[in-house]
């Protein structure tokens, strides 16, 4: 049997021209050639979107002939023809270049009128799977499953899918406004009579290693690199139902190239409905680079160090205090090393920081005169390299709460009442936009300026915020369906 595909153009004024595209032809019925075939299945799409194009710009290009000031034909000049990267192949289109009517004075003698209608050589919708899939998977990767779903040109590479996904977030990256110092603007009285806000924003803020690439010339450079990732939780909404899920959304940055980082974060947290009224709490482990950029952000925003940090690096003197003998029996204090660190652990998780700092002090005092007696004279003691060692993290710790100090709350009375106290949500948002496509399992090397652009890409796609880029780009691409409006009958 033989299936012979048509393809009937309906013009506007009624008019049919019928194109034959395909045959295809069929013997013995086997399951594996049951229906179209992959391979059928891009041969039809590839002539379709000939077919199509074509009089598409024929239609497009006869209506541009005549002079929009007189309305005469302006004269052929040069004929050429141009190419046109679709989803379903390259389409060759015509490009001639007309002649100026003479009625008007034109600064050139000539126009292309292709020019108006192709501003770009690749259609959207190829540029838009070219750069979701890019932001899912490496760049090879993606342009592999793009040849395998659909009959793209062989020259189409990796390279070129690279350079439309970093084209993109260029022009994704111009929609920022300018970079602001602060965000806070207008009194309390102005703040007071906004409405009753959604329920309270949690963001957490933390940070990830990326390998860097070398240098053209082979050049000694720094080898890794930090990248800025963030997750925002809006704990509800007034108009959604109580089991509705918390909606969230993801941000991330580098931040050696990054030159607009708070307007970033703030216009991430604007399109969740961030009020100026309404409460903004801030995770983070402490660094200065994070602070300063949820600073100033929101007049009730609230700075809170991660409690995750800050037991990790309890941990770290805890296992150190564990391999030490007893400290030296004092008057004052017969406790183990474990003991106090233990101590220092209680007064951090209820908010106490300056007892924690003495504590610490104190631990620190005893770990320095470790090899010496209370008359001050030298006692050999075991373990003095371990005690050296616990003291260096002692007294990095200490520092670390001396300079956040100002964000460590009542952590025992924040859980006590359910609220957040980690920012274990950030974790994972790490591992979801830095490491699955920059760290774990890919070998490849990064620039910061390329994973700066990529890390936009990436979290559009994974906010579902990427089409709707795309839609204010094209305005006729992938229209939203207007929502049907059901029909009521008069009473």
Same mark, same amino acid.
């Given at each position: 049997?033989?299936?012979?595909?048509?393809?009937?153009?309906?013009?506007?004024?009624?008019?049919?021209?019928?194109?034959?595209?395909?045959?295809?032809?069929?013997?013995?019925?086997?399951?594996?050639?049951?229906?179209?075939?992959?391979?059928?299945?891009?041969?039809?799409?590839?002539?379709?979107?000939?077919?199509?194009?074509?009089?598409?710009?024929?239609?497009?290009?006869?209506?541009?002939?005549?002079?929009? +000031?007189? !309305?005469?034909?302006?004269?052929? &000049?040069?004929?050429?023809?141009?190419?046109?990267?679709? %989803?379903?192949?390259?389409?060759?289109?015509?490009?001639?270049?007309? %002649?100026?009517?003479?009625?008007?004075?034109?600064?050139?003698?000539?126009?292309?009128?292709?020019?108006?209608?192709?501003?770009?050589?690749?259609?959207?919708?190829?540029?838009?799977?070219?750069? /979701?899939?890019?932001?899912?998977?490496?760049? !090879?990767?993606?342009? &592999?499953?793009?040849? +395998?779903?659909?009959?793209?040109?062989?020259?189409?590479?990796?390279?070129?899918?690279?350079?439309?996904?970093?084209?993109?977030?260029?022009?994704?990256?111009?929609?920022?406004?300018?970079?602001? !110092?602060?965000?806070?603007?207008?009194?309390?009285? $102005?703040?007071?009579? #906004?409405?009753?806000?959604?329920?309270?924003?949690?963001?957490?803020?933390? !940070?990830?290693?990326?390998?860097?690439?070398?240098?053209?010339?082979?050049?000694?450079?720094?080898?890794?690199?930090?990248?800025?990732? @963030?997750?925002?939780?809006?704990?509800?909404?007034?108009?959604?139902?109580?089991?509705?899920?918390?909606?969230?959304?993801?941000?991330?940055?580098?931040?050696?190239?990054?030159? &607009?980082?708070?307007?970033? %974060?703030?216009? %991430?947290?604007?399109?969740?409905?961030?009020?100026?009224?309404?409460?903004?709490?801030?995770?983070? +482990?402490?660094?200065?680079?994070?602070?300063?950029?949820?600073?100033?952000?929101?007049?009730?925003?609230?700075?809170?160090?991660?409690?995750?940090?800050?037991?990790?690096?309890?941990?770290?003197?805890?296992?150190? $205090?564990?391999?030490?003998?007893?400290?030296?029996?004092?008057?004052?204090?017969?406790? =183990?090393?474990?003991?106090?660190?233990?101590?220092?652990?209680?007064?951090?998780?209820?908010? *106490?920081?300056?007892?924690?700092?003495?504590?610490?002090?104190?631990?620190?005092?005893? #770990?320095?005169?470790?090899?010496? +007696?209370?008359?001050?004279?030298?006692?050999?003691?075991?373990?003095?390299?371990?005690?050296?060692?616990?003291?260096?993290?002692?007294?990095?710790?200490?520092?670390?709460?001396? *300079?956040?100090?100002?964000?460590?709350?009542?952590?025992?009375?924040?859980?006590?009442?359910?609220?957040?106290?980690?920012? @274990?949500?950030?974790? /994972?948002?790490? *591992?979801?936009?830095?490491?699955?496509?920059?760290?774990?399992?890919?070998?490849?090397?990064?620039?910061?300026?390329? $994973?700066?652009?990529?890390?936009?890409?990436? =979290?559009?796609?994974?906010?579902?915020?990427?089409?709707?880029?795309?839609?204010?780009?094209?305005?006729?691409?992938?229209?939203?369906?207007?929502?049907?409006?059901?029909?009521?009958?008069?009473?």
């Amino acid at each position: 049997m033989h299936f012979r595909t048509q393809v009937v153009v309906v013009a506007d004024d009624g008019t049919e021209q019928q194109q034959e595209i395909a045959e295809l032809s069929r013997t013995e019925a086997h399951i594996e050639t049951l229906g179209l075939s992959l391979a059928e299945n891009k041969l039809l799409s590839s002539r379709l979107q000939q077919v199509m194009v074509a009089y598409q710009v024929g239609v497009y290009l006869r209506t541009q002939r005549a002079c929009p +000031d007189c !309305g005469k034909q302006r004269h052929l &000049k040069e004929q050429g023809t141009a190419p046109f990267r679709t %989803l379903f192949g390259v389409v060759v289109v015509p490009n001639p270049r007309w %002649l100026h009517c003479a009625c008007q004075p034109h600064e050139q003698t000539s126009v292309r009128p292709l020019a108006a209608l192709l501003l770009e050589r690749t259609s959207p919708e190829l540029c838009y799977l070219e750069t /979701s899939w890019a932001a899912d998977a490496s760049y !090879g990767s993606a342009t &592999k499953h793009l040849h +395998d779903a659909f009959p793209l040109d062989q020259r189409h590479s990796d390279v070129t899918v690279r350079n439309h996904t970093l084209q993109a977030a260029r022009r994704a990256e111009q929609r920022l406004g300018p970079e602001q !110092g602060m965000f806070i603007d207008g009194c309390q009285a $102005a703040r007071e009579r #906004l409405p009753i806000p959604d329920g309270p924003l949690f963001v957490g803020l933390d !940070g990830g290693i990326v390998r860097a690439r070398r240098s053209k010339t082979n050049a000694r450079t720094a080898n890794l690199f930090e990248v800025i990732a @963030g997750k925002s939780i809006l704990s509800f909404r007034r108009d959604d139902p109580e089991d509705a899920p918390s909606p969230s959304k993801c941000f991330a940055l580098v931040q050696s190239v990054d030159v &607009k980082p708070k307007r970033r %974060l703030f216009e %991430l947290l604007t399109s969740q409905g961030m009020q100026a009224n309404q409460q903004v709490t801030f995770f983070s +482990d402490g660094g200065d680079t994070l602070h300063r950029i949820a600073e100033y952000m929101n007049p009730d925003a609230e700075h809170i160090l991660d409690w995750f940090h800050l037991t990790m690096r309890i941990t770290v003197l805890q296992q150190c $205090a564990r391999g030490l003998a007893k400290a030296k029996a004092d008057v004052a204090d017969e406790r =183990t090393l474990e003991r106090r660190v233990e101590s220092v652990k209680h007064y951090l998780w209820h908010g *106490n920081a300056a007892n924690a700092l003495r504590g610490l002090e104190d631990l620190g005092d005893d #770990l320095d005169c470790w090899e010496y +007696d209370e008359d001050g004279n030298p006692r050999p003691q075991p373990d003095s390299e371990k005690a050296a060692r616990m003291l260096t993290y002692v007294q990095e710790f200490a520092t670390y709460v001396t *300079n956040n100090a100002g964000s460590i709350v009542n952590y025992g009375e924040r859980y006590r009442n359910g609220e957040r106290i980690s920012t @274990g949500f950030v974790e /994972s948002t790490i *591992n979801q936009v830095v490491s699955k496509r920059m760290v774990k399992k890919q070998q490849m090397q990064w620039t910061p300026a390329g $994973a700066h652009l990529l890390l936009q890409v990436r =979290t559009q796609v994974l906010n579902d915020d990427w089409e709707d880029t795309f839609r204010s780009w094209y305005p006729a691409f992938r229209p939203i369906p207007a929502p049907e409006v059901e029909s009521r009958e008069a009473a």
